[in-house]
């Protein structure tokens, strides 16, 4: 077939137009396959960080909370390892400290997490970077201090603070403040340099702060965010760009807040101190087979507030209502004389003990208790004791009970809730700055406080909190030999 020479260029040229169309068409949509690519990526990459981050606290508070009672050195149940100030290729790489030492400055508060002592395998962000922590006065390991409800950082030490979308969500609060920090570095920003041994030791070069631009002193509000300052206390969760879209902040937080720690170690308190008040009650001296005497809210060992010592807070004779007695009043390890009712007492163990010396053991487990003066924070009334004997009614308001009588009572007092002060000894022997109103119990609302804080018309009556109420006490009561957790009721 014969073509004209004009329309021969025509078809040609359609041809190359179409080709051109269909390269143009096969680049966009390589271009938006790519930028789909891409973002699947960073929300890869993204997700990784945020799993690795959910699995370090879950190792970090799993650890805290089941630290043993009796060790050496001794430890305290609730502590943290202190954050690893070794770097990559030290030998001391992966432990806590600086080659083991203690961390009581706030810069040695700020480190990365010392896996080797969790005997855990290193975590890294999707950058491939160990996950760093900080740690908040007072809940760091080796503190000769004890460690409980009332545990706050001392002097200038901030509790912790951390914000996410710049500033403006906060991620914690003044009443649950956050006392552990797990941070992800992620790649080296512009300014952060990693390749020398000093560089890696610089918490500069890994972690940032709510500025535009790199190290500035990121003080002055709103950039009052440092992550690399255990000093300052305020943590920024990331990422955080810059006008020109660049990251200047691109470390991501997960935090571990005072709650978190604080609800099961003062339960894991109260189960520890309910064992071993019934193996009070096991004893086969006669005439022991009950519960101890509480200890007199007057016995100022019961508000020692002096470095840990074993003086005090003992059963008293004279007492039906006060505190929980110290616990090593109970086991008597390491005290002499050995008395009859010291469950260290030979004649007390019981004949599923092999030794003398395994029954000590198993009683030692319990010094973290008085050690930390968990004492201080649980109320304890009996009706069951020789001093203490029936009829002396304990009562239970707003509680469905089981057949059969209370024989004692245990309130744990949790952190003190506005208006209350625990700071001197004078504090701690008044019952109101422990024990929360019962507002929901509307005949007497201050029916747990009525103990001994007055001469109450309604003594041993007690309640636990409604649904409504804004109180934290926990409630325990104890029927025949077994204890029982009555949870307060939800809204």
């Not at 616990?327 to 163990?349: D, F, Q």
């Not at 109103?437 to 103990?451: E, F, H, K, L, Q």
Request: hydrophobic share 40%; with cysteine; glycine share 8%.
């Amino acid at each position: 077939m014969f073509i004209r020479p004009g329309l021969r260029h025509c078809y040609q040229r359609g041809a190359i137009a179409l080709m051109l169309l269909m390269i143009l068409g096969l680049g966009v949509a390589g271009a938006i396959l790519a930028g789909f690519s891409y973002h699947a990526l960073d929300l890869y990459r993204e997700q990784q960080t945020q799993n690795v981050l959910a699995e370090a606290k879950k190792i970090l508070l799993s650890e805290a909370l089941s630290k043993r009672g009796n060790t050496v050195p001794v430890t305290r149940p609730g502590e943290f390892f202190c954050p690893d100030l070794n770097i990559p290729g030290e030998a001391a790489y992966g432990q806590s400290g600086l080659n083991g030492a203690a961390c009581p400055g706030a810069a040695a508060r700020v480190g990365r997490i010392p896996w080797r002592n969790y005997q855990a395998a290193e975590l890294h962000d999707s950058s491939g970077e160990p996950l760093w922590m900080a740690v908040v006065d007072g809940f760091q390991e080796r503190r000769n201090v004890p460690l409980n409800s009332d545990t706050a950082p001392a002097g200038a030490n901030p509790w912790f603070y951390a914000a996410a979308n710049n500033g403006a969500q906060a991620l914690s609060d003044a009443a649950d403040p956050v006392i552990v920090v797990i941070m992800a570095p992620g790649a080296a920003l512009g300014g952060q340099n990693r390749s020398t041994a000093a560089q890696q030791r610089n918490p500069n070069n890994y972690l940032e702060c709510n500025q535009l631009t790199m190290g500035g002193a990121c003080l002055g509000a709103p950039n009052n965010y440092a992550n690399y300052n255990a000093t300052q206390g305020r943590f920024l969760n990331g990422p955080r760009l810059d006008a020109n879209g660049s990251p200047v902040l691109n470390d991501r937080l997960i935090t571990i807040r005072r709650s978190e720690l604080l609800l099961p170690l003062e339960k894991r308190a109260a189960k520890d101190y309910q064992q071993l008040l019934n193996l009070w009650a096991l004893q086969v001296v006669t005439g022991l087979g009950y519960l101890p005497n509480p200890a007199s809210y007057a016995d100022l060992g019961c508000a020692d507030t002096a470095v840990v010592n074993s003086n005090g807070c003992t059963p008293s004779p004279a007492a039906c209502r006060g505190h929980i007695p110290k616990s090593i009043s109970l086991t008597g390890v390491g005290l002499l004389p050995v008395l009859p009712e010291y469950l260290v007492n030979p004649a007390n163990r019981p004949a599923t003990m092999a030794s003398q010396a395994e029954w000590q053991n198993v009683l030692l487990e319990y010094d973290w208790l008085y050690r930390n003066r968990w004492e201080q924070m649980f109320f304890y009334a009996v009706a069951n004791t020789a001093n203490c004997p029936a009829p002396i009614s304990l009562t239970l308001r707003n509680m469905q009970l089981p057949a059969g009588s209370v024989n004692a009572v245990m309130i744990g007092a949790g952190v003190a809730q506005t208006g209350q002060t625990r700071s001197v000894a004078a504090d701690k022997i008044v019952l109101n700055n422990y024990l929360d109103p019962v507002t929901s119990y509307v005949v007497a609302p201050d029916i747990n406080r009525r103990a001994w804080d007055a001469v109450p018309p309604q003594i041993d009556q007690y309640a636990k909190l409604g649904p409504a109420d804004a109180g934290n006490d926990s409630f325990y009561y104890r029927i025949t030999n077994q204890w029982i957790y009555a949870a307060k009721d939800r809204p």
